[in-house]
């Protein structure tokens, strides 16, 4: 089903050309909040910063909406909120949203080896399937373990990449102990010209990258689109990787206060499944394919009052074929699931006065899934013929919310926020959430504190009889404090953050194979210190240092199946450093280098079945680009420049050293 390189690649620019050489006419920007909120800088390859540049870093790096749903200065969120821009992910050659989270304070992944295999992330401890991850405020679909493919989302089309750390039930809804991770797609509004873009990347491992881009506005109406395809080859037998992607949003300012648009994604990601090193499967193959239509409206109703509404509707698909057999010797491997996740979700943002703003909302959602198997299931007892359905259920969950800001004084605010959810399944929980943020006015010390509660309902996987699950089970519920500080100092050319955080988990849900059912243990804990030091001495250099401190336990090891108090969670490292360096020698070139040190972490051994220590590792990246005019950039970078031996997940190594370079034509 592959299709050839070239006409693959000529498909793609013939589409951006297309869109560019449209007749189109300058675009009259809006005057309306809500689209000023939303307007996208204009981006071009440029030479470096003018000279004259302040050597300083920004106090609030940006407004975000993550935390509260409202466009809100970070430092005013009382949350532990870093940003993730544009011009970092170009700069730094993210293809991934894995690889750029790679790069936050609190945020640990574990890949299953390489590129295209499964990724999970830990935010401060907490669960995978306990951090939600959106697209533009949309919640994406998820698998059978609660998930949502990380690992096969790219950075096509993203404006920035928004990570909030700590419990946002209250705010955004759904399993979000750990956090929310929202991916902001592209805005053509207000450009005075297209902006177009093609990317060709070659490199090593059979690797071969395409990508187009195009954004723009014509009248009232505005476009902005970026498709990819990936193909490579990786290390080990049967662990190829094809990943093609399309994101896009159309829009339309069909009145001077209404707002009308709708975002179409797709997503299909054909990946080899190696399994461990102590296990090779040769022809083990997992297909995913994701999809979203999403229409929304932002109607700015008054100057003080503003609502927004939209509906959405995805699907995954999952096709897992020619598995060996199971570990117990089933046969029914192969199969098939699908998801589907109906949305619909109003808000009303009213600035009662100037210092105090409410926003108001209700949310309904749907969710059914199926999982079919292709193959008898000789496992089961009886035995499961093929083309049974058996796994089938549909969850829905309606909830209103509401959220009050106050600015106290200027240099004070206040957030609260509170939610009523009903589940199909699970009752009707209350989660809420309290948080406060004071800019000194001497020192231009931030000092922040929250307070929050999360639900997270049992996933698909924890309640299907066929993997073990269970109906009786308990959501697993948290609450969370933290307390931040943020320093600026030298003229602003040194930033200093440092965040205490603490979260208590009951009834957390682990699988018992003794009894062979999933099960609620006892409680959890997760603790720890995110530490930061930002310092641009020079405008040619920057540096940036992050580290990590974390204690993840719970009740009960999942190793022995024992309950055992204060157990460590797996693949939670206690220390982990992100250090990273810019450097500009002249306007037109750029280098960078990356570091990721994580060490004294626990892993299932699957050479075992026992609890290991994993080894400690160092990976580092190299990036370099050379803009040699405003139109052309080439570009490449060393993907673990020092050749370490490591993997994230025991059995799973990742890639050697791997040399990487291509041209990107903007116009």
Not at 296 to 319: E, I
Not at 361 to 371: E, L, N
Not at 478 to 507: C, R
């Amino acid at each position: 089903m592959l299709f050839n390189r070239k006409v693959r690649l000529e498909s793609l620019v013939a589409v951006v050309l297309c869109l560019s050489s449209l007749n189109l006419t300058q675009a009259q920007p809006t005057s309306t909040p809500a689209a000023s909120s939303q307007k996208s800088k204009i981006e071009k390859i440029e030479p470096a910063s003018d000279p004259k540049e302040e050597e300083k870093f920004e106090q609030i790096p940006d407004i975000v909406v993550t935390a509260t749903r409202t466009a809100t200065a970070a430092g005013k969120t009382s949350a532990s909120v870093t940003v993730i821009n544009k011009e970092e992910i170009t700069t730094k050659q993210y293809h991934s949203i894995d690889q750029a989270l790679r790069s936050v304070p609190g945020v640990t992944l574990a890949s299953s080896g390489v590129p295209g295999q499964l990724t999970g992330v830990f935010v401060r401890g907490a669960k995978t399937e306990n951090t939600s991850i959106l697209v533009d405020g949309r919640r994406l679909p998820f698998n059978l373990a609660g998930s949502y493919s990380l690992e096969s989302l790219t950075t096509d089309n993203i404006e920035r990449i928004e990570i909030v750390r700590g419990p946002l039930s209250a705010a955004q809804g759904g399993p979000a102990s750990g956090g929310v991770i929202n991916i902001i797609t592209r805005d053509g509004r207000g450009l005075e010209k297209p902006e177009s873009s093609v990317k060709f990347e070659a490199g090593s491992y059979g690797t071969f990258q395409e990508a187009v881009a195009s954004r723009g506005s014509a009248g009232p109406f505005d476009w902005s689109v970026g498709a990819s395809r990936l193909d490579t080859e990786n290390q080990r037998a049967n662990n190829q990787y094809r990943l093609t992607n399309w994101s896009s949003k159309f829009g339309v300012q069909a009145t001077k206060n209404l707002y009308l648009d709708i975002a179409l994604g797709y997503g299909l990601s054909d990946a080899g499944s190696p399994n461990n090193v102590f296990r090779s499967d040769p022809a083990a193959n997992l297909l995913r394919e994701r999809w979203t239509v999403s229409p929304g409206a932002t109607w700015q109703t008054t100057d003080t009052w503003k609502q927004s509404l939209f509906y959405s509707h995805s699907q995954q698909r999952q096709v897992a074929e020619s598995f060996p057999a199971g570990f117990f010797g089933d046969t029914g491997q192969n199969n098939r699931v699908q998801a589907n996740t109906d949305q619909m979700d109003y808000q009303s943002e009213i600035q009662i006065f100037e210092p105090w703003k409410l926003t108001v909302g209700t949310s309904v959602s749907d969710t059914s899934y199926y999982r079919k198997i292709d193959v008898e299931n000789n496992f089961a007892f009886p035995v499961t013929p093929a083309g049974t359905r058996d796994i089938e259920n549909s969850i829905t969950n309606t909830a209103i919310f509401i959220q009050s800001q106050v600015d106290i004084t200027q240099d004070w605010a206040f957030v609260s926020s509170l939610r009523l959810d009903h589940y199909s399944d699970f009752g009707t929980p209350i989660t809420y959430r309290l948080g406060t943020s004071y800019r000194t006015p001497f020192t231009d010390t931030l000092l922040r504190a929250s307070y929050g509660t999360a639900f997270s309902p049992p996933t698909p996987q924890d309640l299907a009889p066929v993997f073990g699950g269970s109906l009786t089970l308990k959501a697993e519920r948290s609450e969370s404090y933290e307390i931040g500080i943020e320093q600026p100092l030298w003229d602003e050319k040194i930033l200093l953050t440092a965040t205490w955080f603490h979260s208590d988990v009951k009834n957390p849900i682990v699988f018992d194979p003794n009894t062979f059912t999933a099960t609620n243990a006892g409680t959890g804990m997760n603790e720890g210190v995110e530490l930061g030091f930002k310092v641009k001495p020079f405008k040619k250099i920057q540096l940036a240092v992050n580290y990590t401190y974390l204690t993840s336990l719970v009740d009960f090891d999942v190793l022995t199946f024992t309950a055992t108090p204060d157990t460590r969670q797996l693949r939670r490292p206690r220390h982990a450093l992100n250090a990273q360096v810019g450097y500009h020698p002249i306007p037109p070139l750029r280098f960078g280098l990356e570091a990721n040190y994580v060490a004294d972490r626990e892993d299932n051994d699957p050479s075992t079945f026992g609890r290991a220590e994993g080894d400690d590792y160092l990976v580092m990246r190299l990036t370099a680009a050379w803009d040699i005019n405003s139109t052309v950039q080439i570009f490449g970078r060393v993907e673990n420049l020092t050749g370490a031996q490591h993997a994230e997940a025991i059995g799973f190594p990742a890639l050697d050293t791997g040399l990487y370079g291509g041209v990107k034509v903007q116009f």
